[in-house]
């Protein structure tokens, strides 16, 4: 897996011998692209255990009879530290939370049941994106469903109208949360082997285990009233951050003979630009030109990478109040070279 990361990030730079210039600060980022065991064993600790505590308090509060109110309150950390573990996750897709494959694979699987989410599949999905991503002629990889102005115009009404339901920000974020943890990830990507099929059948096996032996523990009301909202705000939360780092204002996207991988990740990935708090439980990823600049980088050096190269610095921050407008960008305008509203 290693090797295929490489191949990305090598497939870039071979674009380079016949025009792509990379810029003499790009070597400096993979002085961060070494792992810690130390740094990640204590990623583990500082996040599973307070989700587990939060998760027994959580049922505890329905045993003792306490208003439903606790529950959902003590549901909000909780379903940020669910999305610190999917950060983990991410990492240990692209192999550089650890230092070694196996470390990285057995984690995925384990943290893939917490979010719901299969190691295999996802992975096949994910390192596509970080190959296509802001490439007008290979969408459709682990990105949001995004068309052209042109395409839009020429579309039947039929596709419109899908298109218009799917980039609605509360079907999108609010109901697609449950939709996509809950069902969509228990079906394997049609573009998928059979590593990958066999992937999610063990990922759904995994999950059905843990949610038979939790509902036996503690019963199944106890369980769906907890499960289920840290899942749907984990879950909205987690598309959100999705969104915002490949659809905002300005943005990059290119034809196939135009892409060039440097403005992808400068231009086309932002740089959301969080309070302290909400980058730990995001796991650094709004420094996320920083990411698709070279995905080895662990998400425990990426602030690190960004403060140590002035030229990462130079990117024009994502702020929150910023970031809402973007919902309204529906389009990608090709002659304007900018995302657009619905006409």
């Known amino acids: 897996m290693v090797r295929h990361e490489l191949n990305i990030i090598n497939s870039v730079e071979e674009k380079s011998k016949t025009g792509q210039i990379w810029p003499d600060w790009h070597q400096k980022l993979k002085k961060f692209q070494h792992s810690s065991i130390m740094v990640a064993s204590w990623q583990l600790l500082n996040t599973l255990v307070p989700y587990f505590g939060l998760w027994y308090l959580m049922v505890r509060s329905i045993q003792l009879g306490y208003s439903y109110i606790w529950t959902l309150m003590l549901a909000i950390p909780a379903a940020a530290f669910l999305v610190r573990i999917f950060i983990l996750f991410h990492d240990c897709v692209h192999n550089s939370f650890l230092r070694w494959k196996g470390g990285n694979t057995f984690f995925g699987y384990f943290l893939g049941v ?4 299969s190691f295999e599949d996802w992975r096949f999905t994910h390192l596509r994106h970080h190959g296509t991503y802001a490439n007008l002629d ?20 039929i596709k419109k109208i899908r298109y218009r339901l799917y980039r609605n920000p509360i079907l999108l974020v609010g109901l697609g949360a449950i939709f996509n943890f809950l069902f969509y990830n228990r079906i394997p990507d049609l573009r998928v082997k059979r590593k990958e099929r066999v992937g999610v059948i063990l990922t759904n096996l995994l999950i059905l285990a843990v949610v038979l032996t939790a509902a036996r523990i503690i019963g199944w009301r106890a369980y769906l009233l907890i499960q289920l909202p840290v899942l749907w705000l984990a879950g909205g939360a987690g598309i959100w951050l999705f969104y915002v780092q490949h659809q905002f204002e300005g943005g990059y996207w290119a034809r196939k003979n135009e892409w060039d991988p440097l403005r992808a990740a400068m ?70 070279q900018k995302m657009i509203v619905f006409p």
Do not use: Q
């Not at 917490?114 to 989410?117: A, I, K, L, N, S």
């Not at 290979?138 to 009404?157: A, C, Q, V």
């Not at 109040?321 to 990608?332: A, D, M, V």
């Open 138 to 157: 290979s969408r459709g990889f682990g990105d949001i469903w995004t068309m052209t102005l042109k395409e839009y115009e020429n579309s039947p009404t």
């Open 114 to 117: 917490f979010v719901f989410t």
């Open 267 to 336: 231009e086309g990935s932002s740089f959301y630009d969080l309070p302290a708090i909400l980058r730990w439980f995001s796991g650094n990823i709004g420094y996320h030109h920083v990411h698709h600049l070279n995905p080895m980088i662990p998400n425990y050096h990426l602030k690190k990478c960004f403060d140590f190269v002035p030229e990462l610095r130079a990117k024009e921050p994502l702020t929150i109040k910023k970031s809402l407008r973007s919902h309204r960008l529906k389009l990608w305008d090709e002659n304007l």
